[in-house]
């Protein structure tokens, strides 16, 4: 590794821990590690598969990293499906830092699935499973405690085409910008909101929402 690599990682490597540490969530060496082997990973092939819009691998850190693991105070299912995952977000960050709870990407982008697969062998993630298919044609042998998403395009689109991934008591996790004011009122009266919780993401100014909704 050269001085210049040697000193990015360095870089990194510190802009992770302490934004982590500026949202309350713990972090262990090995977490940071394969983390920050992660994100590697997704710059790299960011270049050819256009994971992301987002080139700078600093950036990357914030708004890809940190974004994804300032849920996790908030995360308390044992099994969790990632609808519309991409490149892996916010799956694997979680599937990171809860090596103990069960995380399934969905996403219907092979080439994305490629990356995944890529990354869960060199990370040797055993809690991730990929699947590579649309949501609607998707059926568990087992429903999840929860559906996470981070891009979906509406509340209502999330709750109609991912309930019957959820089992009995689950919840959906929906990461928003904005409070969506909007969408809640396209709801069906059937879900409500049993906790909403604004995320602050270290070095960016956009709002940030974590909505739990239960049927």
């Known amino acids: 590794m050269t001085a210049q690599n040697t000193t ?8 992770l821990r302490d934004g982590a540490k500026t949202m309350g ?8 590690m394969q983390l920050l082997n992660y994100i590697q990973l997704f710059n790299k092939w960011n270049k050819t598969y256009n994971l ?15 974004d ?4 996790v105070p908030y995360i308390d299912a044992d099994t969790i499906i990632d609808v519309g995952t991409g490149g892996g977000l916010p799956g694997i960050p979680l599937a990171i830092v ?21 990354v869960k062998t060199e990370l040797k993630l055993d809690n991730v499973q990929i699947e590579n298919r649309r949501v609607e044609t998707f059926e568990p042998e087992h429903p999840f405690d929860a559906v996470i ?4 395009a509406s509340l209502k689109d999330m709750t109609d085409g991912c309930r019957h991934l959820l089992a009995e008591g689950g919840v959906f996790y ?14 069906e009266k059937n879900y409500k909101v049993s906790d909403s919780y604004p995320l602050h993401i270290p070095r960016e100014d956009g709002e940030r929402h974590l909505l739990v909704l239960t049927p």
């Open 8 to 15: 990015m990682t360095e870089l990194l490597d510190r802009r």
């Open 25 to 32: 969530v713990t972090l262990n060496d090995t977490q940071v």
């Open 52 to 66: 992301s819009a987002i080139r700078d691998i600093e950036s990357q850190v914030d708004r890809h990293l940190l």
């Open 68 to 71: 994804s693991l300032s849920v």
């Open 98 to 118: 809860f090596p103990q709870k069960k995380f399934t990407l969905l996403d219907s982008a092979g080439k994305k699935m490629r990356f995944l697969f890529q």
């Open 149 to 152: 998403s981070r891009a979906f």
């Open 174 to 187: 929906a990461m928003k910008g904005l409070y969506p004011t909007d969408e809640l009122s396209a709801l």
